[in-house]
């Protein structure tokens, strides 16, 4: 897939890793439909990229329908729609075992719900769509989801982030493999420790603490480098049915 044809959706699209992937597609000619939950930061990621290149949309990846019409909008807008990235996704951190009680059932849902359950809810919906395209050398669309290297390596206080992000590991394969019929592909990346807004906020110390603790290079992955293996993922119709780790060499530590 040439990237000056991509017409993406982009979840988690406004911050972070969601909205550099959107830059990178739209500085080498794509166009892309962002979709979150915070319009403020939505108005200023569309001013940036420009109106003809993007437009938000206010789209809780958790609700089935309100998915599907807004993945029918997103198209109408893009003039088509052959890519998703699913970057929406949230920490839920805590203990199984908390010190004041165990961990609301409703704590380790939420999160399944976001990070596991909305991903495939968007790729499910996006498919639907997808399967009607014209064919390009047998291929209709791309679907990218994001994990985590906690998904292999889940830290104490992880459990349900880890469980959420294990499972989008797991629906990988077979998902590439059913839909295969219909020569749309589906890959995943799992990031290790990147800098993002939620980093930026962190103690200067704190920072240091996690890039010294990457083997090579020693810091925290760029967005940029997440945004660029992404339109490799686009680009290799070979590439199908993977889980990428992209870390650094850094496997985590219990705590």
């Known amino acids: 897939m040439q990237l000056s044809s991509v017409r993406a959706v982009v ?9 550099a992937v959107a830059r990178h597609l739209v500085a080498n000619g794509g166009k892309v439909a962002l979709f979150d939950l915070n319009e403020e930061k939505g108005a200023a990621a569309v001013a940036e990229l420009g109106t003809d290149n993007a437009r938000y949309f206010t789209a809780n990846v958790t609700d089935e329908a309100g998915v599907a019409a807004n993945l029918a909008a997103a198209r109408e807008f893009l003039g088509g729609l052959n890519v998703v990235m699913n970057c929406a996704g949230i920490l839920g951190a805590g203990r199984v075992l908390g010190r004041e009680a ?4 409703s704590n380790f849902q939420a999160t399944v719900m976001v990070n596991l359950v909305g991903s495939f809810n968007v790729a499910k919906a996006a498919a639907d769509l997808m399967q009607h395209n014209e064919a390009d050398e047998g ?3 791309v679907i990218v989801n994001t994990a985590s290297v906690a998904a292999y390596e889940g830290q104490i206080g992880q459990a349900a982030y880890s469980a959420s992000k294990g ?3 797991g629906m990988t394969l077979p998902m590439a493999r059913e839909l295969a019929r219909f020569g749309i592909r589906v890959n995943t990346v799992a990031p290790g420790i990147f800098w993002t807004p939620m980093v930026d906020g962190m103690p ?3 920072q240091q603490s996690l890039s010294a603790s990457i083997p090579f290079p020693s810091r925290l992955g760029r967005p940029e480098e997440f945004a660029d293996l992404v339109a ?3 680009s290799n119709r070979y590439l199908n049915g993977e889980t990428i780790r992209l870390d650094g060499a850094v496997r985590l530590a219990p705590k």
């Open 204 to 206: 200067e110390a704190v």
């Open 232 to 234: 490799y993922i686009l």
């Open 11 to 19: 979840t988690g699209g406004v911050s972070g890793l969601g909205l």
């Open 139 to 141: 291929e209709r669309g």
């Open 102 to 105: 165990p961990m609301p059932l």
């Open 167 to 169: 499972g989008v590991v």
